[in-house]
């Protein structure tokens, strides 16, 4: 096995992760305000991975403010707006409005990297977007696709569509402008950005009267947001980007709803149904498609 053809099997991991991550933080709405959500998960994140890293953080210093401003752009980006957006735009959109906007990150993606990183924009590469396209539709809508059509914007929407556009961001820099630091060090560095950047908007949002209460359900979401959501997809991420490319990366991302479907199975004792088998089938052949080499 190629190490691209690996990572193209580890990239699968970041979406089953963060499948979880909207499933927990859509049971969470009304519990835990969802910009103390984000700030709290990457504190414990940064304080779990912070002793392991920052000797080399710091003895690779030149490098830090040599690239300061592309870790400036990628922490904002990614730790301190994407997230923040996401959970903000759950508490007033569907799970169905927010798959379906999130479904445009590879489009997205493959017209930045065109732009930015002068990757050519292959037929097979659209071929598999419109393949998986259409087995996310047949998932978000319970095998009646018509029902796209039915669906209501909501300002959730709206924020979801700039969350997405966030995202891509920061996947096309990884790869137009790469920070030489081992994977684990760059993210402490973005976590360092992306936890001051949201700092005082968690102050004012605790300001506003939106307290976090200390259960141990809302801790158990807050863990499982900083080691897996976060520290573990990160990983994954940002080293898959790097190795297979933004615009292949991308098309992972269609795995989301997917994955959000079966917990909801597993978790909710939901029923399995012929349009998740159908759906799946049609987002890995998407993804075979996009992720293909010419030979």
Request: one cysteine or more.
């Amino acid at each position: 096995m190629t190490r691209r053809t690996r990572w193209l099997f580890l990239l699968v991991l970041p979406a089953l992760f963060w499948a979880g991550n909207a499933v927990m933080a859509r049971a969470s709405v009304g519990d835990i305000p969802p910009v103390a959500l984000n700030f709290w998960r990457w504190v414990l994140a940064l304080a779990l991975l912070a002793p392991f890293t920052m000797r080399d953080l710091w003895r690779h210093a030149d490098i830090v403010r040599t690239h300061w401003h592309h870790l400036l752009a990628q922490g904002l980006v990614s730790v301190a707006a994407y997230n923040a957006l996401l959970y903000l735009s759950l508490q007033t959109t569907t799970a169905i409005n927010a798959t379906l906007v999130g479904s445009s990150l590879p489009l997205m993606v493959l017209l930045l990297a065109r732009v930015w990183l002068g990757e050519p924009i292959r037929g097979r590469a659209l071929l598999g977007i419109c393949v998986s396209v259409a087995g996310v539709a047949l998932v978000v809508t319970k095998g009646q696709p018509w029902r796209v059509a039915e669906v209501g914007l909501t300002p959730g929407d709206a924020i979801m569509l700039a969350a997405t556009l966030s995202w891509a961001l920061y996947s096309v820099m990884l790869k137009r402008f790469p920070v030489p630091l081992a994977p684990f060090t760059l993210l402490t560095a973005l976590m360092i950005v992306g936890v001051a950047a949201a700092a005082p908007f968690y102050l004012w949002e605790a300001a506003m009267g939106a307290s976090l209460e200390l259960s141990a359900r809302n801790l158990a979401v807050i863990a499982y947001t900083a080691v897996f959501a976060s520290l573990a997809a990160y990983y994954f991420w940002n080293n898959g980007v790097v190795i297979v490319g933004a615009a292949t990366a991308g098309q992972f991302t269609y795995l989301i709803p997917l994955f959000a479907a079966i917990l909801g199975i597993v978790l909710l004792g939901e029923e399995f149904r012929t349009f998740h088998a159908v759906g799946a089938a049609l987002i890995f052949g998407g993804l075979f498609l996009a992720g293909r080499k010419k030979s």
